[in-house]
């Protein structure tokens, strides 16, 4: 059963960092695409970022230069460094992968900035 656990998030000032993990298991991490993707209220939930296996990386165009996405193969962990937080930010995050065809989700984490 693949399942993908998030921690990390919490509140920050504008212009802090913080950092998002999500942890995996149930599948071969090593050759899986992740990805983040953010969701508000009443809003569609966007995509954020993507590292592949070979550790190429995509980001959408509002975090491009603040935002990192990283894996580390040997704790089947993504992460997702966010440096130079904006209020826009704020929003509910999740971690993402594709297994066998099927979509799975972290919990989703609370990212919170204020003025």
């Known amino acids: 059963q693949v399942r993908l656990v998030q921690s990390g998030g919490g509140e920050v000032q504008a212009g802090g960092s913080l950092r998002l993990s999500c942890r995996t298991s149930?599948?071969?991490?090593?050759?899986?695409?992740m990805a983040w993707y953010r969701q508000t209220p009443g809003k569609q939930r966007d995509w954020v970022a993507t590292?592949?296996?070979?550790?190429?990386?995509d980001y959408t165009d509002s975090v491009k230069g603040r935002f990192t996405i990283s894996r580390d193969n040997a704790w089947a962990t993504v992460y997702l460094q966010m440096n130079n937080l904006k209020l826009e930010d704020t929003a509910n995050y999740y971690c993402?992968?594709?297994?066998?065809?099927?979509?799975?989700w972290g919990q989703g984490t609370q990212v919170t900035v204020s003025s």
């Open positions: 993402q992968t594709t297994w066998r065809s099927l979509n799975f």
């Open positions: 149930g599948m071969n991490f090593k050759i899986a695409r």
């Open positions: 590292i592949n296996s070979d550790g190429s990386t």
